[in-house]
Each structure stands twice: as C-alpha cells, then as structure tokens.
C-alpha cells in the first residue's frame, strides 16, 4: 500500500534566510450570501499562470473584498480557461511569479508563507525530476537577494487533490457551502486522508478540502532525502 505525509519545514536545518513575497495577482476574498462567511484562502496557488494580458487585470492586483457575489463568479470564470480542468477557484487564490526579496541564505528546498507554497533551487528540482517524479512544475519567481547575487528558486505550482476522510472532520461540517464552497472546519488535530479520493498521477499536491496541508509520495520523500536533505519534515498520515 503507498504512503503518504504531511510536509512541514525541517527545524534541525542548517540555513537561516527569510524572505518576504508576494504573488502578482489575486482573485478577491467574498462576502457569501448563503453561509454568511467572509473568507479567502492564501493557500492555493498557479504561479505559471501568466494574467499580464488578462482584461481583468487591474481588478486582480490588490487584495480586496467583493461584495458582490455574483461579480465575483464572473470574474472567476474569465480565469477558468488558464488554469488546469477541474481545479477550484477558491476567494483568494493567485496567480503569477511570487515577488519579493530574499536574505541570507535558504536551502534547496523552502516552504513559504507558513508552509502553503513550496519554493526549490533551479539544479535541486532538476534532481528531483531525474528521479520521475510526477507533477513537479517549476514556475518562474521574481525574488531578489538584498546584498548578492544569489541561486535561482522555482516556485512549485502544486495543486489541490485528494481529501481529509470525514472521520477526522465533526459531524456535519464535511460538506463545503453549496455556494461559495467553504469547508467550516478547523485543522483536525490527527487527520486521516481519503484513501479513495487521492490522486495516483502526483507525487506531491495539497488537500482539497483543507488545501494548507500539503502531501509528498513515499518516492517523494525518498528523492527529497537523498538531494535536499534537512528541508522538508516528513510526518506520515494513516488512509481510510
């Protein structure tokens, strides 16, 4: 039977850089009419898509609430060619290079803002994809070191597959919002993944119905540790 884990950020890593980044563009948060939630998610991500053409780009530069939600399916739906078929387009998924700086040094493999996104050296993924992993895309950044010349980091364009069981979730809540599709739950404390819904073309993607928690393969784990070690944590999850 395959295995899968949670990933995390390594503490016995050697490396002590930081940065600060941002995606160049985003869908807006929302205010819904039937669940009465206002929420977005800085969690999913597609960095390889470019919106610089886009007739809608102004209204996807800055982080906004719409209140209007029917405004905001439209604007949705002008994304819905660009990204891959049946991905969800939750309030406050990006789009674009992620911009900023960097400073001191960051290892092969980074897990940014509070480990939703996953950034890697050009020469590591090159390593990892010799291993044929599946699902590895490398999306061009626009990141800087402040005082050097530094390596060059991809930023891993991973998408939302596979699901929490209902076992770990309380009882009623494992149905999103039939409008705006919001799952109200918090992070189970030991979560347990649907056997049954997750993918068998990936080695690494995030969960759909809780899309922070990302998940490697074993072949994964096992490739991430003979060239990137140190990096990532590893915290295996039982199937139901």
């Known amino acids: 039977m395959s295995r899968f884990y949670e990933l995390g950020h390594d503490e016995s890593s050697p490396w002590r850089g930081w940065f600060a980044a941002a995606?160049?563009?985003?869908?807006p948060g929302i205010h819904c009419p039937q669940c009465d939630a206002i929420w977005n998610t800085p969690a999913i991500a597609f960095p390889c898509v470019d919106l610089s053409n886009h007739p809608e780009r102004p209204k996807l530069e800055k982080a906004r609430l719409e209140e209007d939600f029917s405004?905001?399916?439209r604007l949705r739906s002008t994304l819905r060619p660009l990204i891959?078929?049946?991905m969800p387009l939750d309030p406050g998924t990006t789009f674009g290079p992620s911009i900023g700086t960097i400073t001191g040094e960051l290892g092969p493999i980074v897990l940014l803002r509070s480990e939703f996104h996953m950034l890697v050296r050009r020469e590591?993924?090159?390593?990892?994809q010799s291993e044929n992993l599946r699902g590895l895309l490398g999306c061009a950044t626009r990141l800087r070191f402040r005082r050097r010349v530094g390596p060059e980091f991809l930023e891993l364009q991973?998408?939302?597959h596979g699901l929490l069981h209902p076992d770990c979730i309380p009882l009623g809540k494992a149905d999103?919002?039939?409008k705006c599709r919001r799952y109200d739950f918090s992070r189970p404390e030991h979560p347990i993944l649907d056997g049954a819904s997750l993918p068998?073309?990936?080695d690494l993607f995030r969960l759909a119905n809780f899309p922070t928690v990302l998940i490697g393969t074993e072949r994964f784990k096992e490739a991430v540790e003979r060239h990137a070690p140190h990096c990532l944590s590893f915290r295996e999850l039982p199937l139901r």
């Open 176 to 178: 999103p919002c039939s």
């Open 71 to 73: 405004e905001f399916e």
């Open 158 to 160: 991973i998408e939302p």
């Open 200 to 202: 068998q073309h990936l």
């Open 124 to 128: 590591a993924l090159e390593l990892l």
């Open 23 to 27: 995606h160049k563009w985003g869908l």
């Open 84 to 86: 891959p078929k049946g």
